[in-house]
């Protein structure tokens, strides 16, 4: 018998050295990255579908929006809501989509997407991720083109789970670099702010993870002097951090405690850059307006020394 399509699609393989990552067609996203064999993320099979946001590109906004309704320049969103039960769209429009191939070398991957004009998003918008292996890990370059004649609203983030092997991420040791985190509702809506410190979801510094449930939105993010925001987690012998560029605010941490089946809980933890809170596009926090023929870039990494 031969076998059916992929449920991702086409996928884009890459090596350096002991490295390697595979990159999906439906979605460009990142299914797995490894490091002389072992599994830096916690991605998914070749025979699943991408769940729970795994290695997925989030755009034009990352996590939640309200009812999927917002305005913009004098036009009006309305997204379909594919978080039902909380009344939410979530990650934005492009994640079960097929992007093309643009760039293929043994070490990167270009894929592109173009998102055209619809009742969730009335815009035109251009959309490039390239991963590439280093001898630091992997680096992800994105980038943003509005090649219309009006500004556009963008946001946009990704979601890998980091994994340092341990049977729950609850020994290993974590390092969240913010000062503050974003209060939610009972949606996973943003209703205000605090600073971290003194409180259960200060990980400013390195310290086990703990029984804590994090599904949190942390801002105030602290840079070193190469202005990089810097995530860490480390355990069984093994370390992994994840690095933003300050095009991204935000840093999402989630441990997973909803997932399903139970068995995929708590085994690795996302660590998600983004450059806006959820329900930005509604709110406005944040938003990046791209006026008319101009383009926004960002970059983030994970390496593993």
Not at 8 to 34: D, K, M, N, P, Y
Not at 165 to 192: E, H, K, M, N, Y
Not at 219 to 229: F, H, K, M, T
């Amino acid at each position: 018998m031969t076998p059916g399509p992929l449920p991702s699609g086409e996928q884009h393989v890459i090596h350096s050295g002991g490295s390697e990552a595979i990159v999906t067609e439906v979605g460009a996203a990142l299914r797995t990255f490894t490091v002389d064999g072992a599994a830096v993320i916690d991605g998914f099979a070749e025979d699943e579908r991408s769940s729970a946001g795994r290695g997925q590109v989030l755009a034009p906004w990352p996590n939640r929006l309200d009812h999927g309704h917002y305005v913009f320049g004098g036009l009006t969103g309305r997204a379909a809501l594919d978080e039902p039960e909380l009344s939410n769209a979530i990650h934005g429009m492009v994640r079960w989509v097929p992007w093309r191939l643009v760039s293929h070398s043994p070490d990167a991957v270009g894929l592109g997407c173009a998102l055209y004009p619809q009742p969730g998003y009335p815009w035109r918008l251009d959309l490039q991720v390239e991963y590439r292996l280093t001898d630091d890990g992997i680096t992800v370059t994105a980038e943003a083109t509005n090649p219309g004649g009006d500004a556009v609203p963008f946001g946009i983030g990704f979601h890998p789970y980091l994994t340092v092997g341990t049977p729950t991420v609850d020994t290993a040791q974590l390092r969240v670099p913010a000062r503050r985190r974003l209060l939610t509702d009972a949606r996973g809506l943003p209703i205000g702010e605090e600073d971290v410190a003194g409180t259960e979801f200060d990980f400013t510094t390195e310290r086990p993870v703990g029984p804590v449930d994090l599904d949190t939105a942390y801002s105030g993010l602290i840079r070193g002097a190469d202005g990089l925001a810097r995530a860490r987690l480390e355990g069984g012998g093994r370390r992994v951090e994840l690095w933003a560029d300050d095009a991204f605010r935000y840093l999402m941490a989630y441990t997973g405690d909803t997932l399903q089946p139970v068995g995929r809980r708590r085994k690795g933890i996302a660590i998600e850059p983004m450059t806006c809170p959820p329900n930005a596009l509604a709110s406005g926090t944040d938003v990046i307006s791209i006026g008319p023929h101009r383009s926004w870039l960002g970059r983030w990494g994970i390496g593993t020394g």
